[in-house]
Structures are given as structure tokens and as C-alpha cells.
């Protein structure tokens, strides 16, 4: 006698739901703040509780927000220590953790996790296994780079020989570019059928949670009178960022309007030697070092215009974060940020290390209102269609039930609750 239609259904059902919530293991060097760690606590603190409960474990346990984020929302964190080059013992200590925590995914940041995690998973029989390239771990040398800031993963035979094995224990590989993914995987001689593209999310409601009469008293707490125009950036004050020609162009731009004000919020190594060229350049009374604040989203919704200047960039997070507070942005030519501002669309691009044609864009910016707001309309409705926090969120989960085999069917079951249909399902038995 065989078991009908609807029992068969109710039977997928119950074995879907007995699976979630899931666990999900994150592996990657450390936790230090760069776009790759923040991007990562945002995907696991994002996550559906009722399908996936992320587990991070890191290489090096070195504290900082992002650790201090995870840990207050509740994220289990793990520590396998990995010293620099081949370590192969990881292999048997990450073993013990994925059986302890019995992960159905694991997900692996850059080629060195990807390499020892899929390993691991293989001796623990996950089978299901995503890596994630940063933006900088993709970059191939095929130009000529006016700055790194440090060696590229890809730099080297024993590296491309490395990353190609790593792929291969990877079922899906992440890129957060197109154009970048490609280029990594033709480089590396990895197949470009395990690549999927899912871009850098934010949180695209931060930014207006805050009311007007707020933004207005910020602005005066800084000093910036309702008539003037406030351009500014959020960064680390390193060299990579290039601020010496923002400041330059800054300068040579308040000679024209005097409305403009500039703000730079973060901290670094050259902070001193830039408020020392703010006053050499006779400019700084109207240029603000910040440095750290936790008040991010409420700093860009003051802003008039959003200015990143860097002389190397692999993506452009900061960019994102400006678009989704509607932000006009002047951004110099490096990376992939022609993918992420339109010259003309949703800001204003220049060369790199152009602070004439910076100050220009300063200028005409600062004299056109209604070029800021068309500008600045055009990146809040690109953030929202492309960088959305809850559809990248929601990319990664459909990804992961891709790899652990999940159909869309499964799933619609467990969303809806239900059987998909209405209506009485005939019940026979065939007398076999």
C-alpha cells in the first residue's frame, strides 16, 4: 500500500522543519574593521533566526566594535589559533569545532579559510560550503596599481596554485562584483559556473530614523550654519584614502564658495600631519576632524555631499553607506566604483590625484541645490534596488539552501506554514 499525495507532503514538511533552525559556520582570519568583517556581522546578524543560527569562528581573537557587536548580539564566537603559512594541524582543530557545533553550512572568508574550512568540512561531511572574496583577495596583477596596501593574495604561482585548490572545496563562491569575480576566477583557472555575485549590503532605514529637527541640531553642535554646505568623508586617515588631495582640492574650492565646510570623520597614523596641512593651506578653521564616533548614520544625513578621494579602493563600502542617506557623491576613478556611482547620475567621478577637478565638482555642487537633490535621488534609489541589508541578507539564505540542496518548494512550505494548496487533496491507495 502506498502512502498518498498529501501524506507525502505533510511527510517533506516535517522533515524540512525538523532541520531549521540550521547552524551556520563562519570562518575568517580575524575581526578586525574592514569592509569584509563588517560586511560579515551584518549578513549574521541579519540572518532568519528561525532557519539559521551563525557560529563565527576566527583564526586570532584581537577584540574591536566588530567583535564587540557580535558578542552583544548574541553571536557564538569561536577561536581556532592558525599561525601564518601552511598550518596543516588547523585542519583536525576546525574538524573538532564543526563537530561540536554541527554546522549544514559552512562559510569561509578569503582563500586561506576557504582552503583549511573546506578541508574540514570534507573529514566532517558538510557538504555544503560557500566562500566569500573580498573585494581586495580578487584583484589579479594585470595593471599596474598606483598603491597597495599590502601584497595581493594572487601575486604569486604558490598563491594561484593555492586558491585554486581552495575553490575547489567550495561548492559556491561569493563575489561582491561581477567584474571582479570574473577576473579572479579566469586568473586562478577556477570554473566560472561556481560563481554567484552578491554585492556589499546596508542598512538602507539607519540613516532616516533621524528627523530633521535632529539633523538640524547635530549640524549646529559642529558649528555649520543652516546656509552652508557641509562636504565630508568617513575613513581611516591612512594613506591609501589620499586625503593630502582632498584637502588641496578642499582648499582650493573655499577660495570660490565660501559656504563650503568639511568634515572628516575617523582616525589614523596621518591625523596630525593633516590638521597640520589644513593650516598650512590656510583652511583650517573650516575643516572638522571628527575622528571616531559611533554616529554614522547620523553624520552622513548632515552632510551635503560625500566626498572619497582614495588613490586604491577594491569596492567602496563607505559609498553605499553615503547612496543609501541620499547622498551626492564626488569620488575619484579607482576600483570597481564606476559600478557603484554613475558620472553624472548619481555623482561626479574624477581622476585620482586630480584635486582641480575635485574642487570643481566642490564648487559646482556647492552652488547647485537642485543638481545635490537629483544627484542625491538617484543613489538613495540605487541603494535601495541594489544594496538593500535585507535583500542581500536574503540572497545569502536562498544561496545556502541552494548548496545544502533545499528546493524553493521546501522552503515555501516552511515560510507559508501550509500545504501550498487549498483545497482537499484526493487520498488513494493503490492495492499493489
Avoid at 561569493?174 to 579572479?184: D, I, K
Avoid at 554646505?229 to 594613506?239: A, F, H, K, Q, T
Avoid at 547622498?327 to 561626479?348: C, R, Y
Amino acid at each position: 500500500m502506498s502512502i498518498g499525495l498529501k501524506e507525502k507532503a505533510f511527510l517533506r514538511l516535517e522533515t524540512v522543519i525538523e532541520q531549521d533552525p540550521s547552524t551556520a559556520l563562519y570562518l575568517v582570519d580575524g575581526l578586525g574593521l574592514s569592509g569584509k568583517t563588517k560586511a560579515l556581522a551584518d549578513l549574521v546578524t541579519g540572518l532568519d533566526e528561525s532557519r539559521y543560527r551563525p557560529v563565527v569562528c576566527r583564526f586570532r581573537a584581537e577584540g574591536g566594535p566588530i567583535e564587540s557587536r557580535l558578542n552583544s548580539s548574541g553571536v557564538a564566537l569561536r577561536v581556532a589559533p592558525c599561525k601564518d603559512r601552511l598550518n596543516v594541524s588547523i585542519i583536525g582543530r576546525l574538524a573538532r569545532i564543526m563537530r561540536e557545533e554541527r554546522p549544514t553550512v559552512v562559510h569561509c572568508y578569503n582563500p586561506r579559510a576557504m582552503l583549511y574550512g573546506g578541508l574540514a568540512a570534507r573529514l566532517s561531511g558538510v557538504t555544503a560550503t560557500v566562500g566569500s572574496l573580498s573585494a581586495f583577495a580578487c584583484l589579479v596583477p594585470d595593471r599596474e596599481f598606483a598603491f597597495l596596501p599590502q601584497r595581493l593574495f594572487t601575486m604569486t604561482g604558490k598563491n594561484r596554485l593555492r586558491n585554486r585548490l581552495a575553490c575547489r572545496f567550495m561548492r559556491h563562491l561569493v563575489s561582491v562584483s561581477r567584474t571582479l569575480g570574473e577576473g579572479f576566477c579566469r586568473f586562478s583557472g577556477v570554473p566560472l559556473s561556481k560563481l554567484r555575485v552578491i554585492p556589499y549590503g546596508t542598512d538602507t532605514d539607519s540613516a532616516w530614523i533621524h528627523t530633521s529637527l535632529e539633523v538640524s541640531a547635530y549640524r549646529s553642535t559642529l558649528g555649520v550654519k543652516p546656509d552652508e554646505i557641509l562636504i565630508g568623508s568617513v575613513g581611516r586617515l591612512v594613506e591609501q584614502k589620499d586625503y593630502p588631495t582632498q584637502l588641496r582640492a578642499f582648499a582650493l574650492a573655499a577660495q570660490r564658495s565660501p559656504r563650503l565646510k568639511m568634515l572628516l570623520v575617523g582616525d589614523g597614523s596621518l591625523r596630525g600631519s593633516l590638521e597640520r596641512m589644513a593650516q598650512d593651506l590656510k583652511v583650517r578653521e573650516r575643516v572638522m576632524f571628527l575622528g571616531h564616533t559611533d554616529q554614522i548614520p547620523l553624520v552622513l544625513r548632515s552632510l551635503d555631499v560625500f566626498v572619497m578621494t582614495s588613490k586604491f579602493e577594491p569596492f567602496g563600502v563607505a559609498l553605499i553607506e553615503a547612496k543609501s542617506a541620499g547622498l551626492p557623491i564626488v569620488s575619484t576613478s579607482v576600483g570597481v566604483v564606476s559600478d557603484l556611482v554613475g558620472d553624472g547620475e548619481s555623482g561626479v567621478v574624477c581622476p585620482p590625484g586630480n584635486f582641480e577637478r575635485l574642487a570643481e565638482a566642490f564648487v559646482t555642487l556647492a552652488d547647485d541645490a537642485d543638481l545635490r537633490k537629483r544627484l542625491g535621488d538617484r543613489a538613495l534609489r540605487e541603494a535601495h534596488e541594489r544594496h538593500s541589508l535585507r535583500a542581500v541578507v536574503g540572497q545569502y539564505e536562498q544561496l545556502y539552501d541552494e548548496a545544502k540542496g533545499v528546493s524553493h518548494y521546501d522552503r515555501a512550505v516552511v515560510v507559508a506554514g501550509r500545504l501550498p494548496m487549498d483545497q482537499e487533496w484526493e487520498c488513494q491507495e493503490s492495492a499493489e
